[in-house]
């Protein structure tokens, strides 16, 4: 088992632009979730999905869209990059019987110039 | 709404010393109380959980008891080592957000020799 992976590992996007994080697992999760990472704020939630097609908001949401079309795989695009964004994306996935024990990839280093 | 409170860090020990982390949280009904733990270049790791007052979460010798009167949730651990050096985050899941933590800001803790 892979576990969660993601690419890229890290990024440099030029504000304006556009880009896809992808997130991969292995392990036939129903749930899984993308957060972003900024120092002194802990981990906050951007988006989650309970299972393919069925996607929904988390606490920072504007300036992300998901789609989840497996259960497999759950992108998160930026849809036009600021220099807020400048952050650590972690993409997490968790059975349903135990939706809080999450696992979590290694993360995406994102800096927006 | 929920939120999660971690004591300041970062915390620098030597090999062998007692470690506590305290964590105290604010949410609605009975939560599930969870500690993470995340190591350099990693994603984070569930370390050891508890869902009802009272419980005492344990793993690779560390421990916290869910403490409902003075909702709290200290992180301890009798003896620490070098390999323990990471940053521990303290979360929590409650009532009907499926899958959804709330995390704390995380604290640095670094052990050395």
């Known amino acids: 088992n892979a576990g969660v992976t993601q690419t890229p590992k890290f990024q440099v996007l030029k504000t304006g632009q556009s880009m896809t994080l992808q997130c991969a697992q292995d392990?036939?999760?129903?749930?899984m979730s993308w957060y972003r990472q900024d120092p002194g704020m802990g981990l906050r939630l951007i988006h989650y999905?309970?299972?393919?097609?069925?996607?929904d908001q988390g606490e920072v949401p504007n300036g992300y869209n998901v789609s989840r079309s497996t259960t497999e795989d759950f992108p998160l695009r930026l849809l036009s990059a600021a220099p807020s964004q400048t952050s650590v994306y972690f993409c997490?996935?968790?059975?349903?019987?135990?939706?809080?024990?999450?696992?979590f990839g290694p993360g995406t280093r994102l800096t927006v110039t | 709404g929920n939120s999660v409170t971690q004591m300041e860090g970062p915390v620098t020990l030597s090999e062998e010393a007692f470690l506590t982390i305290n964590c105290t949280y604010t949410?609605?009904?009975?939560?599930?109380l969870f500690w993470y733990v995340q190591y350099p270049g990693e994603g984070l790791q569930l370390l050891l959980k508890?869902?009802?007052?009272?419980d005492k979460g344990s793993n690779k010798g560390f421990e916290a008891t869910y403490r409902k009167e003075t909702t709290s949730f200290h992180l301890e651990k009798g003896s620490v080592q070098v390999s323990d050096s990471a940053v521990y985050f303290c979360?929590?899941?409650?009532?009907?957000?499926?899958?959804?933590?709330?995390f704390g800001q995380g604290t640095i803790l670094t052990v050395h020799p």
């Open positions: 949410a609605t009904g009975y939560p599930s």
């Open positions: 392990m036939n999760h129903e749930y």
């Open positions: 999905s309970v299972g393919a097609g069925i996607t």
């Open positions: 997490a996935s968790s059975p349903n019987d135990k939706p809080y024990e999450q696992y």
């Open positions: 508890a869902t009802k007052a009272d």
């Open positions: 979360a929590l899941s409650a009532g009907t957000s499926y899958g959804k933590l709330t």
